[in-house]
């Protein structure tokens, strides 16, 4: 986890310094550079919150609902699974995931297990709706907000995953594709990872380039370099089909 004041074996202070009892000097241990960046991104995360609501929350697939995820879309749930086993060193990379599919599918439960793996492994993660990122953005605009808009910027540039739901959803005018774009080039220069996820009504052909639509060519093409081809999952909404 993102605990900056974690045991170091070699029994250094909180702030990663040892001291030589011969010298009388204070030197930094090897774990410092690690606390630094966990307090950074442990402040970054607080300043902007993160959430992950009780049902997308101690994911795991033994129990639902990623046992059942896993036997109605085997491959989508291999893939994310995959990925997650080395979840620290695809994200370090910026290697990113995009989830498509039809709505009820279980896209969003696999991007949050990611997500849930990510910090496992130590790593600093936001997740956000994309039409409630885009308002805290608005609102943040208003004299003495919080977060500021500065906050909100640097947390989604900086932060080592970041896991964006319903990229698709924002009703896109000018600003709403500029914000996107500023976000998306960032990461994208930075080789910071994206995991995010889009809805396709049912019934509708699954085109990934339809995403372009709504987030604009320039926003897709830089996401399509950063996750590759989207993990599909077709099929009837769970909640319809067995009326949770
Ligand atoms: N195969 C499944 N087995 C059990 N529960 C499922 C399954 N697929 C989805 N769910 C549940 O249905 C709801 C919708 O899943 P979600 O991941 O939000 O889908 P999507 O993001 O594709 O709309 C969630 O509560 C999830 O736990
Ligand atoms: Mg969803
Ligand atoms: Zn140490």
Same mark, same amino acid.
């Given at each position: 986890?993102?605990?900056?004041?974690?045991?170091?074996?070699?029994?250094?202070?909180?702030?990663?310094?040892?001291?030589?009892?011969?010298?009388?000097?204070?030197?930094?241990?090897?774990?410092?550079?690690?606390?630094?960046?966990?307090?950074?991104?442990?402040?970054?995360?607080?300043?902007?919150?993160?959430?992950?609501?009780?049902?997308?929350?101690?994911?795991?697939?033994?129990?639902?609902?990623?046992?059942?995820?896993?036997?109605?879309?085997?491959?989508? $749930?291999?893939? &994310?699974?995959?990925? !997650?086993?080395?979840? /620290?060193?695809? %994200?370090?990379?910026?290697?990113?995931?995009? +989830? @498509?599919?039809?709505?009820?599918?279980?896209?969003?439960?696999? $991007?949050?297990? &990611?997500?849930?793996? !990510?910090?496992?492994? /130590?790593?600093? %993660?936001?997740?956000?709706?994309?039409?409630? +990122? @885009?308002?805290?953005?608005?609102?943040?605009?208003?004299?003495? $907000?919080?977060?500021?808009?500065?906050?909100?910027?640097?947390?989604?540039?900086? %932060?080592?995953?970041?896991?964006?739901?319903?990229?698709?959803?924002?009703?896109?005018?000018?600003?709403?594709?500029?914000?996107?774009?500023?976000?998306?080039?960032?990461?994208?220069?930075?080789?910071?990872?994206?995991?995010?996820?889009?809805?396709?009504?049912?019934?509708?052909?699954?085109?990934?380039?339809?995403?372009?639509?709504?987030?604009?060519?320039?926003?897709?093409?830089?996401?399509?370099?950063?996750?590759?081809?989207?993990?599909?999952?077709?099929?009837?909404?769970?909640?319809?089909?067995?009326?949770?």
């Amino acid at each position: 986890m993102l605990d900056p004041d974690f045991d170091c074996p070699n029994g250094c202070d909180a702030n990663g310094f040892l001291f030589d009892e011969v010298t009388r000097q204070a030197y930094p241990c090897s774990c410092r550079e690690e606390r630094l960046r966990r307090r950074a991104h442990g402040d970054m995360e607080a300043s902007v919150g993160r959430y992950a609501p009780p049902r997308f929350q101690d994911l795991d697939w033994s129990s639902l609902p990623l046992s059942g995820i896993a036997e109605r879309h085997t491959a989508a $749930a291999t893939h &994310v699974r995959r990925f !997650a086993e080395r979840v /620290g060193d695809n %994200v370090r990379q910026g290697r990113g995931l995009w +989830l @498509l599919g039809n709505k009820g599918t279980g896209k969003t439960t696999l $991007a949050y297990y &990611v997500a849930q793996q !990510a910090r496992a492994a /130590g790593l600093s %993660v936001l997740t956000r709706n994309t039409t409630d +990122l @885009l308002n805290e953005l608005r609102d943040s605009y208003k004299p003495d $907000a919080q977060p500021t808009t500065r906050q909100i910027i640097d947390a989604v540039t900086h %932060v080592e995953l970041l896991h964006l739901e319903d990229v698709s959803v924002p009703r896109p005018n000018d600003w709403v594709l500029e914000q996107l774009y500023t976000i998306v080039n960032r990461r994208y220069e930075h080789n910071k990872a994206i995991v995010f996820t889009s809805d396709t009504p049912f019934g509708q052909a699954l085109k990934p380039d339809a995403l372009a639509d709504h987030i604009g060519e320039r926003t897709y093409s830089r996401l399509m370099q950063m996750v590759g081809d989207p993990i599909l999952m077709t099929g009837q909404d769970y909640r319809l089909t067995v009326g949770a």
